[in-house]
């Protein structure tokens, strides 16, 4: 089931986003240390916005996605993917896919003009999937994130959800 997490969500969601990024530091921004420092109220606050979308095997969180929409006035006609994350023993069932249009789905409800994310250049299966839900690479931001003193690139993406 794929369903808008909500405040109820919190401890799920928390567990599962701090198991990521222990076990994939590099397919996150903020590493395993500054997540486990984010007050609850943002995250409380961010899960009662609607901007996490789960993907659930019964009643288990097994995977999200995240959609922050531009604050300000100029910013407001689109919106950042991330972090999409589906736990290893649930992939390859479709899930991440499901998640994605879940979000393209909220993002046309908005009316939404546009979806922007990055994504770590080495990761292909990520990149392919981005690219069979229509986001464009627009772009190439070298040395985006150092991880573990590693240099990584991160390929940047566009979805223009009012084309044709």
Request: with cysteine; charged share 20%.
């Amino acid at each position: 089931m794929i369903r808008t997490l909500t405040a109820d969500d919190l401890e799920v969601y928390k567990a599962l986003w701090i198991q990521g990024l222990t076990s994939e530091p590099a397919a996150f921004l903020l590493t395993a240390e500054e997540a486990l420092g984010a007050l609850d109220s943002g995250l409380i606050t961010k899960l009662a916005s609607g901007a996490v979308i789960g993907a659930f095997e019964g009643t288990t969180l097994v995977g999200f996605v995240g959609m922050h929409q531009g604050g300000p006035q100029r910013l407001r006609h689109m919106a950042d993917i991330g972090p999409l994350y589906v736990q290893p023993s649930a992939r390859r069932r479709g899930l991440g896919h499901q998640l994605m249009q879940a979000a393209i789905d909220a993002a046309r409800g908005k009316s939404l003009l546009q979806l922007e994310l990055c994504v770590d250049a080495t990761n292909a299966g990520a990149r392919a999937l981005y690219a069979a839900l229509g986001f464009e690479q627009i772009g190439l931001r070298p040395r985006s994130v150092i991880v573990n003193g590693v240099a990584r690139d991160d390929v940047l993406m566009l979805k223009r959800l009012d084309a044709a």
